[in-house]
C-alpha cells in the first residue's frame, strides 16, 4: 500500500495581504497567491522552451509527439530540486 505525502509546495509565492474592504465588521482575508513551486517550474519551463526553440529551428533535433508533457514534467523537477536545495541551505 502506497500512502501518498503532499509535494512541498513551498508556500506562497505572491500572497496578498489580509486588508479591506470589511464585510460586516470583519476583515476579507487575502489570497495565498501560486505556490513557490509552481512559480520555480513556471520560471524552468521558460528556459527550457527556449532551448527547445533554438534547437529546433536550428534543425538539430525534431521535437517528439509528447515533447510538451516533458518539459512541464522536467520542470518539475527542477522546481522539486530547487525547494529542496533551498529547504537544505
Known amino acids: 500500500m502506497t500512502i501518498n505525502t503532499p509535494k512541498n509546495d513551498g508556500g506562497a509565492a ?4 489580509a486588508s479591506g474592504p470589511y464585510q460586516n465588521g470583519e476583515i476579507v482575508p487575502g489570497r495565498p497567491g501560486m505556490s513557490l513551486r509552481d512559480w520555480f517550474a513556471g520560471q524552468a519551463m521558460q528556459s527550457e522552451n527556449i532551448i527547445f526553440a533554438i534547437m529546433v529551428s536550428s534543425g538539430k533535433i525534431a521535437l517528439p509527439t ?4 516533458d518539459v512541464a514534467k522536467g520542470a518539475y523537477e527542477i522546481a522539486d530540486a530547487m525547494l529542496a536545495e533551498r529547504k537544505r541551505l
Do not use: C, L, R, Y
Request: glycine residues 0%; neutral net charge.
Open 14 to 17: 505572491f500572497p496578498e495581504s
Open 66 to 69: 509528447n515533447w510538451n508533457k
